[in-house]
């Protein structure tokens, strides 16, 4: 375990806003965690669990401890009937498990390629893409509770996991997912009906490692590499609304795009809502709204966490007055700028 006191947050988060947290403290073994219970210095302190920092925006210091997961592991184990069950430690980069399985051959992560973030993360926020989302690709995961140390199997079910969540995200602070394992079919079949994917493919056999660089060269087209430009992917989650919305929503814009989920709600795009207030490229100083994907919030170099914030909302109450639809910020707002976080973080 290592413990740095005031520790800058700069490069644990993906947007590189300046932060600073009380303690952060990087987990390297399992066996540092009842390390870490029993140390009075984070005893009473707020806790966020942080994997890649791919997910969150420090829109001030962090009042408590950060916790850095940075746990290893990758162990095939025994099939499941007609599926293959890979273990992998929640430190892992999530893309490097993507390629490292695609390569050996073994489908079913193909889709989910290049999301920035940790392993442990995956669950977390149900990652999705490209029509397949962490939740087809599951079976359980090994957490510990904070509260009392105790460790816990979570099975697909327990997970409860939904568009963009999951239990887990509704207590941050409590869970610190160990590892995950996941669930590969052996008789794979490649998903392509997201559109533009075939396209990519130019007629080739679909092969998983193929699929992969497909849905990477997607990506690197539409997407900005955090690397080069802070961000963290999708900043708002695509709101789903009920049939009778989208009717009359449809009547005043019958070009606005809709997916009709199972239970006969519609979820629409994010992206299109903001791009259509005319505010895909907008900049607040060097806070901006993504030119090439409205979906997306970059700071374009020297913006804060509070400027982020504040051009977050600015889309927000123009998606709202417009729409009448509340766009969801999908990162965490730490600390507890979202209403629903407010009593969510975790004091022992
Ligand atoms: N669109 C616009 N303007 C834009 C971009 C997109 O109007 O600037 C419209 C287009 O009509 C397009 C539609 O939005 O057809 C959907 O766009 P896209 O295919 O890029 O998908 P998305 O719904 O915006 C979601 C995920 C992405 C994921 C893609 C592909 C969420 C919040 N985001 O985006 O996830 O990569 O689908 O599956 O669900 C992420 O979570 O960080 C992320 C990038």
Redesign the pocket.
Same mark, same amino acid.
């Given at each position: 375990m290592r413990v740095r006191a005031h520790a800058a947050l700069d490069a644990f988060n993906t947007f590189h806003v300046p932060a600073q947290c009380r303690y952060l403290v990087t987990l390297e073994q399992p066996d540092d965690v009842p390390v870490f219970l029993d140390d009075a210095r984070f005893a009473n302190l707020p806790r966020l669990i942080l994997g890649g920092g791919s997910?969150v925006l420090f829109v001030a210091d962090y009042p408590g401890v950060v916790m850095h997961i940075a746990l290893p592991g990758w162990k095939w184990l025994d099939d499941l009937g007609d599926d293959r069950l890979l273990r992998v430690g929640a430190g892992e980069g999530w893309h490097a498990v993507v390629r490292r399985s695609v390569e050996s051959g073994h489908g079913g992560l193909e889709?989910l390629s290049l999301?920035?973030g940790r392993v442990g993360a995956a669950p977390v926020?149900n990652?999705? /893409? &490209?029509?397949v989302e962490l939740k087809d690709r599951f079976e359980s995961l090994q957490a510990i509770d904070l509260n009392d140390g105790a460790e816990r199997m979570f099975s697909r079910d327990d997970c409860q996991f939904a &568009?963009?969540h999951s239990r887990f995200k509704a207590e941050p602070g409590r869970w610190l997912i160990a590892s995950v394992v996941l669930r590969l079919p052996k008789r794979w079949e490649p998903r392509l009906d &997201?559109?533009?994917v075939e396209a990519v493919l130019a007629g080739k056999a679909a092969t998983p490692a193929r699929v992969s660089d497909a849905i990477v060269a997607?990506?690197r087209e539409? !997407?900005p590499d955090p690397a080069d430009i802070g961000n /963290?992917?999708?900043?708002?989650?695509?709101p789903i609304v009920s049939a009778k919305r989208h009717d009359e929503l449809k009547a005043c814009c019958p070009d606005m795009?809709g997916f009709i989920l199972a239970d006969g709600r519609v979820?629409l795009? /994010?992206?299109? !809502?903001?791009?259509?207030c005319g505010l895909?490229g907008l900049r607040d100083g060097d806070a901006g709204v &993504?030119p090439?994907? /409205? !979906?997306?919030l970059v700071n374009h170099g020297r913006a804060s966490g509070a400027d982020l914030w504040r051009l977050a909302t600015r889309v927000r109450a123009t998606v709202a007055e417009r729409f009448e639809v509340l766009l969801e910020p999908?990162p965490l707002i730490v600390p507890n700028a979202m209403p629903s976080q407010m009593s969510s973080h975790g004091h022992r």
């Open positions: 997910n889709n999301i920035p926020q990652i999705g /893409a &490209y029509g &568009y963009r &997201y559109p533009g997607i990506r539409k !997407l /963290a992917g999708s900043f708002f989650k695509n795009p979820k795009s /994010a992206a299109w !809502l903001i791009e259509r895909r &993504y090439g994907h /409205a !979906l997306v999908e």
